[in-house]
């Protein structure tokens, strides 16, 4: 990585400017090097002075360009910076060549799949204690793509605080609890077959919830016993919840299925039902404090609104005195808070409850929970247009069987194909590499519209494209003959293409901290392609068979760190690369 040069530069820039190294370090980037034709570090000024880093230049009409100009007057090289320019961002820094090539080498090599981890970048974040929750799909009902971004949102954020070195706890907080419960009851006992539960429950239990909600419609009295239902519940009916508790088992056991295939897991199944006592003293707590009002229909709410006009409430309880999803919301929040005591909670949950979140948090802290600051609604759009040729794909299961068949079909058809013992299995790990890349390519909140053809293609931006660089370089090195070193003549990698592969292997904790601070998982896809398409211009132009020796053992420990980069960067996308394909 490029820890030593950015605390280089960012000390001539402190001696400059009379601000301390440790405020501009984390500015200083490992320029792009497909656009960079002249320094390996780039220190944009513009972000430093609207971040408060560098003071504005105080003369009349004074720029950006005049603030540079001021630091260029006192800037000087010293070792390992060789050579300072501007540019219209910023100040661009050539290094010692051959200490960068050497120190990032040698640095892959010894933290091998640790590699992007151990970073200045990443001081402040260590340590942290995050919750994570995700996927939290509703019992007894199938697992369809619209809980797809979730979980793999979810998934990615909670690998990324994990790998560096946070303590993450995974939450699936199942919809397992109201009156819909009430409805599949009630539609159970109309609509229910024990022989085809067990044959096929998730599918059965989903029929009879969409033929109750259709007879609901036509009478209010199926309603009516649907509410009656939960309040037993509520209040510990036997009977209910033993009809309850075998229908979360029977959903559990098919979401755990599912999980397996995506290589999603979970410290945690909580749900709604865990927080049905609590959700009550929350009431009593909100009655205690003067918070609760009883609206004419009965439903009891907390006011939200700064000048106390009701002009924003939140309903925490209906006529009944039954509770909503907001008031078992309040109770997880706050039990999760008390038994870990976290300094982060995430809840990735679609884009259309952002009013919901704004509401839990305005509660908790009107009921003087400081904490809820901690609290985060990560937002996402929605996924369209996932279709197999049979028409619409619902469940995820379609999903990840028409990626796993296609990429089969495509690699069957390639010439290129490598013989393997598994190909079914290696094309379900690529297929769905390919839907994650194409989840990941935009911002998380954008909508986008999902396209096979492009996902599974083996050239351009793709996930594929990404699983055939990492495959093409275990080719590489095993068919070389030869072990890869742990050190080479800088001298040796002088070419242009070696010099663009090596400077973008520098840059990898710099996306990842990208990342990190956005939530945004495009950065290190982004990352990642970049260094597979370097990695593809470089493989054409440096040789490794046929070259003298020494030439060859640099350039297969060069190739061999852009390996482990690009298996570092898909890990923490939640994909696993594959050796043959």
Not at 57 to 65: D, L, R, Y
Not at 445 to 469: C, H, I, P
């Amino acid at each position: 990585m490029a820890c030593h040069f950015r605390r280089a530069i960012a000390g001539l820039i402190s001696k400059a400017a009379r601000v301390r190294e440790e405020k501009i370090a984390p500015w200083v980037q490992v320029s792009n090097p497909k656009i960079s034709s002249e320094g390996e570090f780039l220190l944009p000024i513009k972000p430093l002075i609207d971040n408060g880093v560098l003071p504005p230049n105080s003369a009349e009409g004074a720029n950006t360009q005049d603030t540079i100009a001021n630091l260029m007057n006192k800037i000087s090289c010293q070792h390992p910076v060789v050579k300072v320019v501007t540019n219209k961002n910023g100040i661009q820094f050539t290094v010692d060549r051959a200490l960068l090539i050497k120190s990032v080498l040698s640095k892959v090599q010894e933290d091998r799949e640790q590699y992007g981890r151990h970073s200045d970048l990443f001081v402040e974040r260590k340590g942290e204690k995050v919750i994570v929750e995700y996927s939290s799909p509703n019992i007894a009902k199938p697992f369809h793509a619209g809980h797809l971004r979730s979980t793999i949102i979810g998934n990615f954020i909670a690998k990324l605080h994990h790998t560096l070195g946070n303590k993450v706890v995974r939450i699936n907080y199942l919809g397992d609890w109201g009156v819909q419960f009430g409805l599949l009851a009630v539609g159970f006992q109309l609509f229910g077959s024990e022989e085809t539960l067990q044959r096929n429950p998730i599918q059965h239990l989903f029929e009879v919830y969409v033929k109750v909600n259709q007879a609901a419609e036509e009478n209010e009295d199926v309603h009516r016993q649907a509410r009656e239902v939960f309040r037993l519940l509520e209040h510990g009916d036997q009977a209910a919840l033993s009809l309850w508790t075998r229908f979360r088992d029977l959903s559990v056991e098919e979401y755990s299925r599912i999980y397996k295939r995506l290589r999603v897991q979970f410290d945690e199944y909580s749900g709604e039902s865990m927080y049905s006592d609590r959700s009550q003293q929350v009431i009593s707590q909100l009655q205690e404090a003067g918070l609760l009002q009883t609206t004419k229909r009965g439903t009891g709410v907390v006011d939200l609104s700064e000048d106390n006009s009701m002009s924003l409430y939140t309903t925490v309880t209906r006529s009944d005195g039954t509770s909503l999803y907001i008031t078992r919301d309040i109770a997880a929040a706050v039990d999760r808070y008390e038994r870990y005591r976290f300094d982060k909670m995430y809840y990735v949950v679609d884009k259309s409850q952002e009013d919901h979140f704004c509401q839990l948090f305005k509660t908790l802290k009107k009921m003087g929970h400081t904490w809820a600051d901690k609290c985060q609604h990560v937002k996402f759009g929605r996924v369209q247009g996932m279709k197999t040729r049979r028409g619409e794909v619902v469940l995820l299961d379609d999903i990840l069987n028409e990626a796993q068949r296609q990429m089969l079909d495509n690699m069957q058809q390639a010439a290129t194909t490598k013989y393997m013992d598994n190909p079914e299995e290696v094309a379900e790990t690529v297929g769905i590499t390919a839907v994650l890349a194409q989840d990941f390519r935009g911002k998380i909140q954008s909508n986008y519209k999902f396209d096979w053809n492009r996902a599974l293609q083996s050239k351009g931006d793709t996930g594929v494209f990404l699983q055939y660089t990492h495959a093409r370089l275990c080719s590489l090195e095993q068919e070389s003959g030869m072990s890869v070193p742990d050190s080479c003549d800088p001298a040796l990698l002088q070419e242009r293409q070696a010099l663009q592969l090596l400077q973008q292997i520098a840059g990898f904790d710099q996306a990842v901290h990208k990342a990190l601070t956005e939530l945004e998982p495009r950065h290190i896809l982004s990352y990642t392609l970049q260094l597979s398409h370097l990695v593809a211009a470089a493989h054409r132009s440096l040789k490794v068979k046929g070259s003298p020796k020494d030439v060859a053992e640099a350039r297969l420990l060069l190739f061999n760190s852009a390996r482990v980069t690009l298996a570092n960067g898909m890990a923490l996308l939640c994909m696993t690369p594959v050796d043959r394909m």
